[in-house]
């Protein structure tokens, strides 16, 4: 197995992730070194891609994953040797943070600032549901005594922090704008300025700025080809997905449907 664990680590490196591959291979042969389970931190979706990879190269694991409600993105997951035959317990909590929509405007990151600014890392952070008139948090349970005691402000905004059940969670609503067009390339710069609206100069300024991920990956730069299914997410902005491309249009540009997340 030394050998398949070194190829794994050797794969991410090149795409600077053999960190998180070579914590959570210690996660999964732990498992296994117990006959038990393990709960790795919170994982983007292309954390989990990493997380699936892992549990392939192991006959006895199984892989599952919770991240506090159904389609939750950020999740934790588990790895779980065959033999075991209890309870996993996945030591995730929520808490819901409220102010007065009606002086101050929050969002997403406004939040995530608020958390990281008590010194929590992300890993222990799940996803963040903004609502009108506060937000949910999902967040490791061990660190909610922690949050509600410490946390009575976002940003300038006074806030309250108070426990929120699991089954009390709203789901995120998404908003989705379909966006029919047609482009010079598959460029990352082309597709990422078509999606968000914006310039394609402008675009690449966001992409040099490090604005940009590509399937939860940073972006490599604005050349860097986009393919259908792929996710360009931008900080502050959402996400677009590549939902469809029809094809070439007479005039030789691509025609594509894309899927704008507000």
Not at 4 to 14: L, Q, S, V
Not at 43 to 64: C, K, N, S, V, W
Not at 73 to 97: L, P
Not at 174 to 197: N, Q, Y
Request: glycine share 8%; aromatic share 8%.
């Amino acid at each position: 197995m030394a050998n398949e664990r070194e190829k794994i680590i050797r794969y991410y490196r090149a795409s600077g992730d053999a960190d998180l591959a070579a914590k959570l291979l210690d996660t999964a042969e732990a498992a296994l070194r117990y006959h038990k389970y393990k709960i790795t931190d919170f994982l983007d979706p292309y954390g989990y891609t990493i997380a699936e990879t892992i549990a392939a190269h192991f006959e006895r694991l199984q892989l599952d994953a919770n991240g506090g409600y159904v389609s939750a993105e950020r999740v934790k997951a588990s790895f779980t040797d065959e033999d075991f035959m209890g309870d996993v317990d996945y030591g995730i909590g929520a808490i819901r943070m409220e102010f007065d929509p009606r002086y101050y405007q929050l969002s997403h990151r406004d939040v995530l600032g608020a958390l990281t600014g008590l010194g929590l890392k992300r890993e222990i952070i799940g996803d963040i549901i903004m609502l009108p008139d506060g937000c949910q948090v999902v967040i490791d349970s061990s660190m909610i005594p922690f949050v509600l005691q410490n946390l009575d402000k976002i940003g300038a905004a006074p806030a309250k922090s108070i426990l929120l059940p699991l089954e009390e969670l709203v789901a995120k609503e998404e908003r989705i704008k379909e966006i029919r067009t047609t482009v010079a390339s598959m460029r990352l710069d082309v597709i990422a300025a078509a999606g968000f609206g914006v310039s394609r100069s402008k675009m690449a300024s966001d992409i040099a700025a490090d604005k940009l991920k590509v399937n939860w990956q940073e972006a490599k730069n604005s050349a860097q080809n986009v393919k259908q299914g792929d996710i360009i997410s931008m900080r502050g902005r959402g996400r677009v997905e590549i939902s469809e491309i029809i094809g070439q249009t007479k005039k030789g540009r691509t025609s594509v449907i894309l899927k704008r997340f507000l």
